[in-house]
């Protein structure tokens, strides 16, 4: 009886002894599990867990790079990219210590519930630029806080030395180092290079640790070397200032050609702005007016027109042109010669006179289609082609729109429209022997320049030309020891439909030195307030008083030695005190000329399409 329940306990102690060897077991055999698990996915198959820390930890950040530099024609830098600091902050981080924000707001310079607002629209982002482009001083006062989550990067901010003088020429680039107008934008895509990357491991609280590879090296962008001069362009925008102060007028623009290159040694517009501090101009003056805006040329149309029938064998040189009575009827308006009857003329005497009845009389020699391609063939119509962003193509409206007095009126420059850059290429044509230039910003760059006049007739029409200077009404616009060839023009001012009371651009276009011409230039001045507006007493001393320095600048020789003997001789001979032959104020007479469309018609800029607009 005794037996049984022994052996029931043995039984039942070596079930329990099984049991807990199988529990014992089983966990031995889990734990093995678990450390070969844990082995394996930390020591051989461990890319999850790493790109999860990578993801936390490991960063891959912008390399900055410079933006290429802008120089003049000599090399001396007109646009340069300094290292500037921009402060970020990590939202996340600043959001965890809202007793520091204060303190922040303060430093940046912003009101703190700003500051606040800012940070809690982006509660979920680890970036937010704080302050971009700062002064490297400024950005470390305001690390030397402390401030938690707050942090700076490296970039490049554009400096611009010239600043107003050149700014319609350059531009400007935006906060991200982009070009936005000029030759910044023309050229961004050269300037711009390509940023590098590495990869590097933020701490926590986001400074970087390590750098861990190179992705890709920073590529900084290419120079470039302008066609500007930069000497002759502040020469123009002084000498222009000076004109837009004396004048009272409302704007201006000065273009300077090289005539065999197309090369543009200066252009410069008022008004003006400070590319340095770009948010605080106004909208109008950043426009480049020179390319952008159009005028109707006025008389400076008139040595188009004489080459024009000079090419078409309509007339000579020498052929008389009656220009009797001094005006005449079209329909119901009338054209007329200021201030007198101009009588009979020859064809050079059309240019020396400024006749607009003369004009007329050869614009009726030539058929319509020759008279229109031949005007188009000097670049009217159609853009300068020089690249820069914003050019106007004028209003030259072909033969099958013009109405009976188009053809008449565009003669001696009204009913059609042009750029300075586009008068200026035409010019160039006059001065280089007919061959048509493309205008063009960087040194050295050429293309085909297409003959559209033979060289014998635009020889004869820059020897007309100086007769302007030496007889006409442009005499303030000789320069001493040099032979100039020019145009006057005064032209009326488009506006809402017709022409606006009161208002005239004051042209003139010139090439130096006549005998050889090297430069052309045009000066344009809106409405001048005081002294007069005619081209003559406006826009001629100011080309001047800019080529009269460009010409020594560029050291171009003189190619009338024995006027500027003279004049030293007479200056020997008078006595102290005595005014500068210079000084005496010429016969501007014959540039009354140029205004005598004041019974025109509406500008057929304004009647097609608003292109004056």
């Known amino acids: 009886?005794?037996?049984?329940?022994?052996?029931?306990?043995?039984?039942?102690?070596?079930?329990?002894?099984?049991?807990?060897?199988?529990?014992?077991?089983?966990?031995?055999?889990?734990?093995?599990?678990?450390?070969?698990?844990?082995?394996?996915?930390?020591?051989?198959?461990?890319?999850?867990?790493?790109?999860?820390?990578?993801?936390?930890?490991?960063?891959?950040?912008?390399?900055?790079?410079?933006?290429?530099?802008?120089?003049?024609?000599?090399?001396?830098?007109?646009?340069?990219?300094?290292?500037?600091?921009?402060?970020?902050?990590?939202?996340?981080?600043?959001l965890k210590n809202p007793d520091r924000l204060p303190q922040l707001a303060k430093a940046l310079g912003v009101p703190a519930d700003h500051l606040a607002q800012r940070l809690s629209q982006r509660a979920d982002k680890e970036f937010l630029y704080l302050k971009r482009r700062i002064n490297p001083d400024d950005a470390r006062r305001i690390l030397d806080l402390k401030i938690p989550g707050v942090f700076s990067q490296r970039e490049f901010r554009r400096f611009y030395p010239q600043s107003e003088a050149m700014a319609h020429v350059l531009g400007f680039t935006n906060v991200d180092d982009r070009g936005q107008e000029g030759l910044e934008l023309a050229f961004d895509e050269w300037l711009s290079g390509k940023p590098g990357a590495k990869k590097v491991i933020r701490d926590n609280r986001g400074r970087i640790v390590e750098n861990v590879d190179l992705i890709r090296s920073a590529q900084p962008g290419k120079d470039l070397t302008l066609s500007i001069d930069r000497r002759i362009q502040f020469l123009a925008y002084r000498e222009l200032r000076k004109a837009l102060v004396e004048h009272q007028a409302s704007s201006g623009s000065i273009v300077i050609m090289d005539v065999t290159t197309g090369e543009v040694l200066a252009m410069v517009n008022l008004p003006t702005y400070n590319p340095n501090a770009i948010d605080r101009v106004k909208p109008d003056a950043r426009r480049n007016r020179a390319v952008t805006d159009i005028v109707e040329p006025g008389s400076t149309m008139k040595p188009l027109t004489v080459s024009t029938a000079l090419k078409a064998g309509a007339v000579k040189p020498s052929t008389l042109i009656n220009t009797n009575p001094g005006y005449m009827a079209l329909g119901r308006y009338t054209i007329r010669d200021v201030p007198r009857n101009n009588g009979v003329l020859t064809v050079a005497g059309i240019i020396t006179k400024s006749s607009n009845i003369g004009s007329v009389r050869l614009a009726e020699k030539l058929p319509n289609d020759y008279f229109y391609e031949s005007i188009r063939s000097f670049g009217y119509g159609q853009k300068p082609g020089s690249g820069f962003p914003g050019e106007a193509s004028g209003m030259l409206a072909p033969p099958d729109r013009w109405n009976g007095l188009q053809k008449a009126t565009m003669s001696y420059g009204y009913g059609l429209s042009a750029t300075p850059l586009q008068i200026a290429r035409a010019y160039a044509a006059l001065g280089n022997g007919g061959k048509l230039v493309t205008p063009t910003f960087v040194k050295g760059q050429r293309s085909e320049a297409p003959q559209v006049l033979d060289p014998a007739i635009a020889r004869e029409v820059v020897d007309m030309m100086e007769t302007v200077v030496t007889q006409g009404g442009a005499k303030r616009a000789g320069v001493l020891g040099y032979r100039v060839a020019g145009k006057t023009g005064t032209a009326r001012v488009a506006s809402g439909g017709g022409y606006a009371h009161g208002r005239y651009a004051s042209l003139f276009a010139g090439l130096v030195p006549a005998s050889n011409p090297r430069f052309a230039a045009v000066v344009v001045i809106t409405d001048s307030q005081e002294g007069g507006y005619y081209g003559g007493l406006v826009a001629a001393p100011v080309f001047h008083n800019v080529m009269d320095g460009a010409l020594r600048l560029m050291d171009v020789p003189p190619d009338d030695i024995e006027t500027w003997l003279a004049a030293q001789a007479r200056n020997e001979r008078k006595p102290a005190g005595a005014t500068p032959a210079a000084a005496a104020i010429p016969d501007d007479a014959a540039d009354t000329a140029d205004t005598a469309a004041f019974d025109l018609p509406p500008p057929v800029a304004l009647q097609d399409a608003g292109g004056m607009r």
């Open 1 to 94: 009886m005794t037996a049984a329940p022994i052996k029931n306990r043995n039984r039942a102690r070596f079930n329990l002894r099984g049991r807990l060897a199988l529990v014992l077991g089983a966990m031995g055999l889990c734990s093995v599990s678990l450390i070969g698990r844990a082995a394996y996915v930390q020591l051989i198959n461990n890319d999850f867990y790493q790109r999860q820390g990578d993801a936390r930890f490991l960063r891959e950040i912008p390399i900055p790079t410079s933006r290429g530099m802008i120089t003049d024609r000599n090399g001396e830098p007109v646009a340069v990219s300094s290292p500037v600091e921009s402060v970020w902050g990590n939202p996340q981080e600043l």
